[in-house]
């Protein structure tokens, strides 16, 4: 974990509200595992004050600018415009200055070769999934489902399509790819693949319909939470969760910054999506 000033390197909007935000960070390519995020803090203002979590959406380098020059490393995140820190991150430009904090958090275990595996993302939540998908040893037996409520919220398609991962498209409108809900898809690659291992990030709602489809396959689930958070690091306890076996008497709350964010489900007691819910849109 590092906490460090650093800079813009690009930030391009990609579809309508959500950004592809490029920033210098040496040292995370060889730290950073999938499903892990950074805190990320604007400098211009002091409001907001508190930093903004993001997913990672990959790390690489940079060929150098001149012969002789090293080669710039950096990471990039995927943000979807929907408050006041995202509002000031779509204006900044190669050169402005942010800090980060990361990489922070529990990341996916990435299983054997030899599995099966179904990574489901909806909307924003496809950003983890990036890295995951390009860390699998054996991409020809990984499917990737990719949901949203319109074509504008379906992103990163052709990056996906880069790694060789096969590819599925459902919007609820049927703007793009098949109408209805990606969790109706998984449903039927699960029947094709029993013994498939499944990743899966976005809205609570669909982690619960994931859940349960999971369970009645009894299908192994690893789930990447987004949870709005102040520290990052487990001290502030505004992230936490209600784990498995909770109840009033013995009460179990796991903090999705540092336990997390990627849980087995099996950690989680699923009730607490019956309450409730702050939607994050992947940050704010």
């Not at 943000?79 to 991150?89: D, F, P, R, S």
């Not at 709005?228 to 910054?257: D, F, I, N, W």
């Amino acid at each position: 974990m590092k906490n460090y000033k650093t800079i813009v390197l690009s930030n391009q909007e990609i579809s309508p509200g959500y950004y592809r935000m490029q920033i210098l960070a040496p040292g995370y390519d060889a730290q950073a595992r999938a499903g892990q995020f950074v805190m990320f803090r604007v400098q211009r203002s002091l409001p907001p004050l508190l930093r903004r979590p993001f997913g990672i959406f990959r790390t690489g380098f940079l060929a150098p600018d001149c012969d002789g020059m090293p080669p710039k490393e950096f990471i990039e995140i995927v943000y979807k415009v929907v408050g006041l820190g995202t509002e000031i991150m779509q204006d900044l430009h190669q050169g402005d200055q942010i800090e980060l904090l990361g990489p922070l958090g529990r990341g996916f275990d990435l299983g054997a070769p030899d599995e099966d595996k179904i990574l489901v993302g909806g909307g924003i939540g496809l950003v983890p999934l990036y890295m995951l998908a390009e860390k699998l040893d054996n991409k020809a037996r990984s499917r990737l489902l990719m949901g949203g409520r319109t074509r504008d919220d379906i992103i990163t398609v052709t990056e996906f399509e880069r790694l060789g991962v096969e590819t599925y498209v459902s919007t609820e409108d049927g703007s793009l790819g098949e109408e209805g809900l990606v969790t109706q898809v998984l449903e039927r690659k699960l029947q094709k693949y029993p013994q498939a291992t499944v990743y899966a990030c976005g809205p609570m709602p669909m982690l619960d319909a994931v859940q349960r489809i999971c369970a009645n396959h009894k299908a192994p689930l690893q789930v990447s939470l987004e949870a709005l958070m102040a520290c990052g690091v487990g001290a502030c306890l505004g992230c936490v969760v209600k784990g498995a076996g909770h109840s009033e008497e013995t009460p179990r709350y796991l903090c999705t910054c540092k336990q997390g964010p990627v849980f087995n489900a099996e950690e989680l007691d699923w009730r607490q999506l019956d309450e409730p819910q702050q939607d994050c849109g992947g940050c704010r």
